[in-house]
């Protein structure tokens, strides 16, 4: 699986972006989606969201809780983050991951990772 992240940008607070993950592969509909981001200066990555196989479900942290919609089209092999309400602190490189767990091993897969700059 390959991902590739698109939508990033620099955007005044308080506005929105819209990130996109489109995913190489026939299995794509198996894996469990997140999104994950890294501030600069070296500060760990956080998850921000994820949504599970079939879409059912999804799990935000709670700084980005009300403000972020993470969703999938199956069809389209694409994950997205609806980022609304943006503030100088989600500045950040978002990352794409797509894991899936069998009984023979764990498949992650990342992608580059694509920039969002929130100028206050």
């Known amino acids: 699986v390959q991902l590739v992240e698109s939508g990033g940008g620099l955007v005044q607070a308080g506005n929105s972006l819209r990130l996109s993950c489109a995913a190489s592969?026939?299995?794509?509909?198996?894996?469990?989606m997140g999104w994950w981001r890294q501030a600069p200066s070296g500060k760990e990555r956080e998850q921000v969201a994820?949504?599970?196989?079939?879409?059912?479900?999804?799990k935000y942290s709670d700084s980005v809780k009300g403000r972020f919609t993470i969703s999938r089209d199956d069809a389209k092999n694409t994950m997205y983050l609806q980022m609304n309400s943006l503030k100088p602190e989600d500045t950040a490189m978002y990352y794409c991951?797509?894991?899936?767990?069998?009984?023979?091993?764990?498949?992650?897969?990342w992608g580059q990772g694509t920039q969002v700059t929130v100028s206050s």
């Open positions: 994820v949504i599970i196989s079939g879409g059912g479900n999804t």
């Open positions: 991951n797509a894991i899936l767990t069998t009984d023979w091993g764990t498949y992650d897969y």
């Open positions: 592969g026939s299995t794509f509909s198996f894996y469990s």
